[in-house]
T-cell receptor, first 116, second 112 residues
Framework: DAGVIQSPRHEVTEMGQEVTLRCKPI?????LFWYRQTMMRGLELLIY????????DSGMPEDRFSAKMPNASFSTLKIQPSEPRDSAVYFC??????????????FGPGTRLLVL | DAKTTQPNSMESNEEEPVHLPCNHS???????IHWYRQLPSQGPEYVIH???SNVNNRMASLAIAEDRKSSTLILHRATLRDAAVYYC?????????????FGKGTMLLVSP
């Protein structure tokens, strides 16, 4: 089975440009998460969706960041305009349904973003 | 959220057992203990979880103290491929979906 798929794997852009990161969750999973990882701040949850609906976006750093999930098999994280401090590895993860506290999250390989 | 404390790093030799400790003195009765690991240049991956009893799976064992204020992830025979950052995370049961809050974790170095 395919795991979580992210694209692109690497992105280099210039400050001020729009960046769109893409994620395809595992089929049948109804939770989708976007994380950001930097050396300074570690791994942070940005936003998560349940059944395509955003549940908690309190981790989104500012209005330059937006995320959408138009259907169960696709999500995007957009940064507009991008800034050098947005350079990080962005991970998408998905999880099967449940609220028992033990549902496993499956992570994608990440998108390494460098904003010059 | 209840917090966990882990050593910043640990070292092991290949083929030897590794015991990775985690302190969680403020754990509540409804918190599951989860372990994830992150290999270099990869996303985190699930290792194991438990509530009260010790747990075993193909990757590792989880030993939970009787008072649940600490736990230990046990890799029975470390390999070079086990070199990773290991995260100990508490997740609350029955509060809706419980998200993962990653700390700094323990970086495990494995020498040949």
């Amino acid at each position: 089975d395919a795991g979580v798929i992210q694209s692109p794997r690497h992105e280099v852009t210039e400050m001020g440009q729009e960046v769109t990161l893409r994620c395809k969750p595992i089929s049948g999973h109804d939770y989708l998460f976007w994380y950001r990882q930097t050396m300074m701040r570690g791994l942070e949850l940005l936003i998560y969706f349940n059944n395509n609906v955003p549940i908690d976006d309190s981790g989104m750093p500012e209005d330059r960041f937006s995320a959408k999930m138009p259907n169960a098999s696709f999500s995007t994280l957009k940064i507009q305009p991008s800034e050098p401090r947005d350079s990080a590895v962005y991970f998408c993860a998905s999880s099967p349904p449940g609220s028992r506290g033990w549902e496993t999250q499956y992570f994608g390989p990440g998108t390494r973003l460098l904003v010059l | 959220d209840a917090k966990t404390t882990q050593p910043n790093s640990m070292e092991s030799n290949e083929e030897e057992p590794v015991h990775l400790p985690c302190n969680h003195s403020t754990i509540s009765g409804t918190d599951y203990i989860h372990w994830y690991r992150q290999l270099p240049s990869q996303g985190p991956e699930y290792v194991i979880h438990g509530l009260t009893s010790n747990v075993n799976n193909r990757m590792a064992s989880l030993a939970i103290a009787e008072d649940r204020k600490s736990s230990t992830l046990i890799l029975h025979r470390a390999t070079l491929r086990d070199a990773a950052v290991y995260y100990c995370i508490l997740r609350e049961v029955n509060s809706g979906y419980s998200t993962l809050t990653f700390g700094k974790g323990t970086m495990l170095l494995v020498s040949p």
